[in-house]
């Protein structure tokens, strides 16, 4: 069965540093993925878009990487800041939905 | 910046009920969706619907559930008979394109929907 794999353990980081969330994927063969934050009590909101024939994707302090051999896409933050303290989800689409990861909680620190 | 808004923000009802949430999305956009997140869990997806019916649908969304874009700016979810397990919060989405490739899915804030 179709399966996204993020790490459920919250990822601690300093602020400055860069933060690098993982999302592995199995028996899905997306022609995008998206990436999304997650608001405790909030919907989540888009933050970028990477196609299966983009290697990498940036849009300020955002980069997001799509390795379809390794079947993962890398989520990257840098510069930290503690009000990129949220949960991050990883959506890979199926079809013409999009299905969701359950999701990496960043803390960044001051 | 447009966005979907819902109401109610939390909605309380009995075991058995029906329940209606509701949605407006975002006005130029024509593909809609409702997901839900059960507390602790993950963001699931419910239904995508187009041009006046349902695309698509997960094995979650069974008979007890509907969907309707009664007039040009709403678009409802119903419940018909909740259970305990109906708790979560049900988000409504909207998007500009088909299976969002070209464009992403923008989420209101949810309906907190509690079946004591």
């Known amino acids: 069965s179709q399966k996204i794999e993020q790490n459920s353990e919250a990822l601690n980081i300093q602020e400055g540093k860069t933060a690098t969330l993982t999302c592995n994927y199995t028996n899905y063969s997306p022609a995008y993925l998206q990436w999304y934050r997650q608001d405790p009590g909030r919907g989540p909101v888009f933050l970028l878009l990477?196609?299966?024939?983009?290697k990498e994707k940036r849009k300020e302090r955002l980069k997001v990487t799509f390795d379809t051999t390794l079947k993962q896409s890398l989520f990257h933050i840098t510069a930290s800041q503690p009000a990129d303290s949220a949960t991050y989800l990883c959506?890979?689409?199926?079809?013409?939905?999009?299905?969701f990861g359950g999701g990496t909680r960043l803390m960044v620190k001051p | 910046e447009p966005e979907v808004t819902q109401t109610p923000s939390h909605q309380v009802t009995q075991m058995g009920q029906e329940v209606i949430l509701r949605c407006v999305p975002i006005?130029?956009?024509?593909?809609f969706y409702w997901y839900r997140q059960i507390l602790g869990q993950k963001v699931e997806f419910l239904v995508s619907?187009?041009?006046?019916?349902?695309?698509?649908k997960s094995e979650i969304f069974d008979d007890q559930f509907s969907v309707e874009r009664p007039d040009g700016s709403n678009f409802t979810l119903k419940i018909r008979s909740t259970k305990l397990e109906d708790s979560a919060m049900y988000f409504c989405?909207?998007?500009?394109?088909?299976?969002?490739?070209?464009?992403?899915?923008?989420f209101g804030n949810g309906t907190r929907l509690t079946v004591t």
């Open positions: 619907f187009y041009n006046n019916e349902i695309s698509e």
């Open positions: 006005s130029n956009h024509l593909y």
């Open positions: 990477i196609r299966e024939n983009e």
């Open positions: 959506a890979p689409n199926a079809g013409n939905m999009l299905t």
């Open positions: 989405a909207s998007s500009l394109d088909r299976g969002s490739y070209n464009s992403p899915l923008h």
